[in-house]
């Protein structure tokens, strides 16, 4: 049965890693997966989980199942992370949260859930999106196709071009959105911006689904949430994945969480049932350990006082390194312009330059990114500028 198979390159973003990892250089740049580093190159595990994780495994009593939804203090402690406590869509309980192995299973169980509302309906993603949302979103029946979002040749949004097209989208589908952080671009919708996107969701009624992998890796944890909760309460349905990989630093523990919003209480719990048959016939239940760590963390005072310290840090980093790079690239005589760079959000931004470039940058200069130049902004330090800013100089 399997000589019927036929080998499938390496993931376009994991793929990275491996090639890194056997590369001698002693110059390496790894800009290629979404991880935080710190400025000599580690992701450390931060200070509040360490702690979190130490009360959790003193105290821990079974590892008995846990249940489809997983952990109900983590999906309320998550609702209000992402929602704010107070939001409509809480106090009147019409938001049902379950626990999943990371955002990418929230994405999954989302997209699965969608496709059992309307078996292959259509879902928007921006052009470019996430180079794994199309084949996740496939894989669960859906077709996929675009809006226009990322404006390459000006560093922009085309924001009036995504507008019109999704006032062409129909009722019956589903439009996938990046709550803050946009994954490759790092260009974000302005809060202006995302009033206009909610006005023509509610007025066209498709299902918003947004995916918040970064929230507290833009502005801030509530600001980077602001279409989020502008979009819940405009709406009767949404869809929201999140993730804590990256803002926790949990990435292999994979804890993330799937919304659903429905327009009463009851609408939400036929949801939340169909939710729970698609999470058993996939994997059944999801780990405890991630979710564990980050309700001990947002449920106490101290703990999530001192998360949205280290949340900052690698935040204030992240920025730092997007100026440091324009600053050098600058002082070294570049020939084009990068200020754009500084001013995009998140981990990521793409760099510009052909894939040829992105090519000579990984086999001449042990430089690693994604084939369309989206470079992972954590992976500069203060070590590697000089090199990496002569380098890409010297392939433009
Ligand atoms: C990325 O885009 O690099 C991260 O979200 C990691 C991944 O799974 O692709």
């Known amino acids: 049965m399997f000589e019927h198979l036929s080998a499938l390159p390496a993931d376009p973003i994991l793929g990275l890693l491996t090639k890194y990892r056997e590369d001698s250089h002693p110059q390496k740049v790894d800009l290629g997966v979404g991880v935080y580093k710190d400025p000599a190159g580690n992701t450390p595990i931060l200070d509040c989980v360490k702690t979190a994780e130490k009360l959790r495994t003193d105290s821990e009593t079974t590892k008995v199942y846990i ?52 078996p292959g309906a259509t879902i928007w993603v921006s052009d470019p999106t ?28 085309k924001f009036d071009e995504m507008l019109t097209a999704l006032k062409q989208v129909g009722a019956e589908d589903a439009v996938l959105l990046h709550a803050c952080c946009h994954n490759p671009s790092g260009q974000d919708l302005s809060t202006a911006q995302w009033d206009a996107v909610v006005e023509v969701a509610k007025d066209k009624g498709f299902l918003p689904f947004i995916d918040m992998a970064y929230q507290g890796f833009g502005d801030g944890v ?13 709406v009767e349905n949404m869809v929201l994945a999140s993730s804590c990989s990256k803002n926790f630093g949990l990435y292999r523990e994979r804890i993330g969480a799937c919304s659903i919003i429905g327009k009463d209480s009851a609408q939400a719990d036929v949801s939340l049932s169909v939710l729970l048959y698609v999470v058993r016939c996939i994997y059944s239940m999801p780990p405890a350990h991630g979710a564990a760590i980050v309700e001990t963390i947002l449920g106490s005072a101290e703990l999530k006082a001192q998360w949205l310290d280290e949340l900052k840090v690698m935040r204030d980093r992240i920025n730092g390194n997007r100026a ?24 990521f931004s793409f760099l510009g330059i052909s894939e040829a470039q992105v090519n000579t ?15 992972s902004i954590a992976g500069i330090s203060e070590d590697n500028v000089d090199y990496l800013a002569k380098s890409i100089i010297a392939v433009l």
């Open 67 to 118: 249940g489809p939804t997983g952990s109900a203090p983590f999906n309320e402690l998550m609702n209000a992370l992402a929602f704010g406590a107070d939001h409509p869509v809480v106090q009147t309980r019409r938001i049902r949260t379950v626990s999943t192995p990371g955002g990418t299973g929230a994405l999954r169980v989302a997209a699965e859930f969608i496709a059992k509302c309307k």
């Open 222 to 234: 509530d600001e980077d949430a602001y279409g989020v909760r502008a979009m819940a309460a405009a």
């Open 324 to 347: 440091m790079l324009v600053n050098k690239l600058h002082a070294l005589g570049a020939s084009r312009d990068f200020s754009f760079i500084a001013r995009q959000k998140g981990m």
């Open 361 to 375: 940058l990984m086999k001449d200069y042990s430089i690693y990114m994604v084939g369309s130049s989206r470079i």
């Open 130 to 157: 996430w180079a794994n949302h199309t084949g996740l979103f496939q894989a669960a029946g859906l077709t996929v196709k675009t809006y226009p979002y990322y404006d390459y040749d000006n560093k922009c949004l």
